[in-house]
């Protein structure tokens, strides 16, 4: 059997840079190297690109990006020779790549911008695409999409930095207290604040622009977080419903890397058709945002039983301890499998013919 040879991106120009690196090095562990041969591609905090030649546990304790173990990299936009371009001092060699896996997370990774690059060179990429990233990546422009599908989303505003604080505070008493301030386009809860009452709104709203240049405010869903595991491009498996038990605040940043007042329980704690009707929100969700290959799904369960859209993670956390993964696991699946799946996916004959069309 011919190996398929597999770049695995991580890093990247992001807030959620460390976390990458974690996910990149489970993946990586996690990889059948009996059927796939890993190219590590790294790209730096400032954005530049490596071909990756070191220990994996250095990704992980990210001493990675450093002379001895990298060499400056490219993509080649040729689309009929799908080449990595390795910039040796004494000239460009040329690697080949089966297929593209970004473990990348937030911006310039998870949002479209790197599959796009891929896509342009002709290189079959391991989850969703170009339309599907950037729609999920921005959390109004989903909602409104998948709202057009039947599924409940939270009352919500938008704003800009020339937005007068006076008519965010007029909008926000028409939400009601308590509610939740997030930039648009971020992930991992970075720039996220809980606020119960209107002399918070200003800071949380300042807190959300440096993340990102448009900020939404939304109505606090009274139940609790529950979340899908989809794997398929057509076909869809979907793992254990899963459910995030809060003790107090909300899911931060700190809460989701380490869990210290909260717990997340796989299966979640709720009847057999209440999950069922969970998994099948999920599948509406994933193809009406043109999901492929795998992505996270996460809605709201309310105390009267409603399922609420939340948002729609599409290279979710990889680390051995990640809700993806376990959902997978709970459903059956190997961490290794789970991998293979995504390879398999991305490499599947139609989607590699699309790739190749010039």
């Known amino acids: 059997m011919n190996k398929l040879t597999i770049a ?16 990149a090095h489970a993946v990586l562990s996690h990889m059948d190297k009996e059927r796939y041969i890993p190219v590590m591609i790294g790209i730096s905090r400032q ?12 990704i992980a304790g990210d001493t990675w990006c450093n002379e001895t173990d990298c060499i400056p990299a490219a993509v080649s ?11 040796e001092k004494d000239g460009v060699r040329k690697l080949p790549i089966d297929v ?35 729609l999920c990546m921005d959390k109004d422009r989903a909602h409104k999409l998948v709202s057009t599908a039947g599924v409940a989303v939270p009352a919500a505003f938008v704003l800009k930095k020339e937005t007068e604080m006076k ?8 939400i009601g207290y308590p509610l939740f301030v997030k930039p648009v386009k971020a992930g991992s809860s970075f720039g996220v604040t809980k606020v119960t009452d209107r002399t918070e709104l200003p800071a949380a709203v300042t807190l959300a622009f440096e993340y990102d240049d448009t900020v939404i405010v939304e109505e606090n869903i009274d139940g609790f ?21 809060l003790t107090e605040g909300f899911f931060d940043f700190t809460e989701k890397y380490s869990l210290k007042t909260s717990a997340i329980h796989v299966p979640a704690r709720i009847d057999g058709g209440m999950a069922k009707q969970i ?13 492929r290959g795998f992505a996270r799904v996460d809605m709201f369960l309310t105390t009267s039983g409603e399922i609420i859209f939340n948002e729609v993670n599409t290279i979710p956390g990889f680390t051995s301890h990640s809700r993806y993964p376990n959902m997978m696991k709970a459903a059956g699946m190997s961490f290794e499998q789970i991998i293979s799946g995504i390879i398999e996916l991305a490499a599947e004959p139609d989607i590699r013919q699309d790739s190749q069309k010039s």
């Open 8 to 23: 695995v991106i991580f890093g990247g120009c992001s807030s959620e840079y460390r976390v990458s690196l974690e996910s």
């Open 47 to 58: 954005g530049d690109w490596f071909y990756y030649q070191g220990d994996v546990e250095k």
């Open 77 to 87: 936009l040729e689309r009929r020779v799908h080449n990595l371009l390795i910039l």
């Open 100 to 134: 593209a896996f970004p473990v990348l997370h937030g911006k310039n990774g998870e949002d479209g911008t790197v599959q796009a690059l891929f896509e342009l060179a002709g290189i079959p990429v391991a989850g969703c695409g170009l339309l599907a990233s950037a």
């Open 167 to 174: 008519e965010v505070l007029k909008q926000a008493e028409q």
């Open 225 to 245: 977080e529950v979340g899908c595991a989809v794997l398929g491009n057509e076909e869809l498996r979907v793992g254990e419903v899963d459910e995030i038990e």
């Open 279 to 291: 998994r099948e929100t999920a599948k509406i969700i994933y193809k009406t945002l043109d999901c």
